[in-house]
């Protein structure tokens, strides 16, 4: 055996025992807990955590580099969390929330990540994707003047009007005397009344008409008429949404623009119908969840309000009910086993809410 033959023999066996420590090491990550309270999931120290954190970034990282989505596939396997997919998601939206630049290398290895497992939502590619190159476009040249064209004169300012004369009055005229051989008009005979004639007088009981009653007014300005859990397509998937997406219509049914929609407990920035389309608007949850009311009118006056019940994105905050009738579970047990081992669609669930007026 020649000394090139043996290096190379060296080098191939650093290498396995490498690749073999690397793969021991994944394994041994303990699962990612997403939420504090989740009683399916044992709490991890903040040391696992972050270890756990920084082998994703690793692996966003290397698939980036690579392009290789099946090897990031097994990678992110290996690292024994629930969801993984979905959990890659979970972490650009937390990077999102901790307001890192769009720029950021670790967040945009993520989000490429979660586009290459097709675990993205719509919100996090508006803000993610890189925007288009804007060509430059040539600046518009100056109109020119035309030539010869005539100024307008100055309109003369009309002079003060003189007040009128007053019009004299008619001299009095001696009035004609009045004819002497006129005959004096003789004065009528009247005429007797019968004694049996009637009087009339005013009919006896008669009703007096009513006044229509005036309709009584609606106890709140604005009525809920639509509020659900938007479906799931497909059974056991998970949509990836995360909004909640509010219409607000007229008396008649049209959409309405100007009205002010806010959660009850105010912890967010109010919205505005007609934000996003006419009458409507849209509020993002990152694993949040509120109630929503009509707070002002069209004009901006005060409006009283029906409240929704609260939306959620946490699986626990969302009725088995809501999550059978949405597609999200087949029955009652299917809901209390998968939100007892994280099976669900935490952080990325939708609803749709209809606000409309009663007058």
């Known amino acids: 055996m020649n000394e090139k033959t043996a290096k190379i023999i060296i080098l191939v066996s650093i290498l396995m025992v490498t690749f073999c420590c690397m793969l021991s090491g994944l394994s041994s990550v303990v699962a990612y807990v997403v939420f504090n309270n989740n009683p399916a999931q044992p709490s991890l120290t903040v040391e ?93 040249t100056d109109t020119p003047v035309p030539t010869n064209t005539p100024i307008p004169t100055e309109t003369p300012i009309p002079t003060e009007t003189k007040a009128p004369t007053e019009t004299p009055e008619p001299t009095t005229t001696d009035t004609p005397p009045v004819p002497t051989d006129m005959p004096t008009p003789e004065e009528p005979t009247p005429t007797e009344i019968p004694a049996d004639t009637p009087t009339l007088s005013p009919p006896t009981n008669t009703p007096e008409p009513t006044a229509t009653p005036e309709p009584p007014k609606p106890e709140v300005d604005f009525a809920i008429t639509q509020a659900y859990l938007i479906p799931n397509p497909t059974y056991n998937s998970c949509p990836g949404a995360h909004q909640i997406y509010v219409t607000v219509l007229d008396a008649g049914g049209n959409p309405l623009d100007g009205v002010v929609v806010e959660d009850t407990g105010r912890a967010v920035p109010p919205h505005v119908s007609g934000e996003k389309g006419p009458g409507k608007l849209e509020y993002d949850m990152y694993s949040n969840g509120f109630s929503l009311e009509v707070t002002k009118d069209e004009t901006g006056a005060p409006a009283i309000s029906q409240v929704t019940d609260k939306m959620s994105t946490v699986d626990e905050d969302i009725p088995n009910e809501w999550l059978i009738q949405a597609n999200y579970c087949l029955d009652m047990n299917d809901c209390l086993d998968r939100k007892s081992r994280n099976g669900l669609c935490r952080g990325h669930y939708a609803y749709e809410v209809v606000f409309q007026k009663t007058h």
Do not use: K
């Open 48 to 140: 696992e955590r972050q270890l756990q954190e920084s082998q994703l970034l690793v692996i966003a990282a290397d698939y980036v580099e690579s392009g290789n989505i099946d090897n990031a596939s097994v990678q992110l396997q290996g690292l024994n969390i629930p969801n993984p997919d979905q959990y890659v998601a979970f972490m650009v939206d937390r990077y999102i929330q901790e307001n890192r630049p769009v720029d950021d290398a670790e967040l945009q290895n993520l989000f490429r990540l979660a586009q290459g497992v097709g675990s993205t939502t719509p919100s996090m590619v508006a803000l993610l994707s890189p925007s288009p190159t804007l060509t430059n476009t040539p600046a518009p």
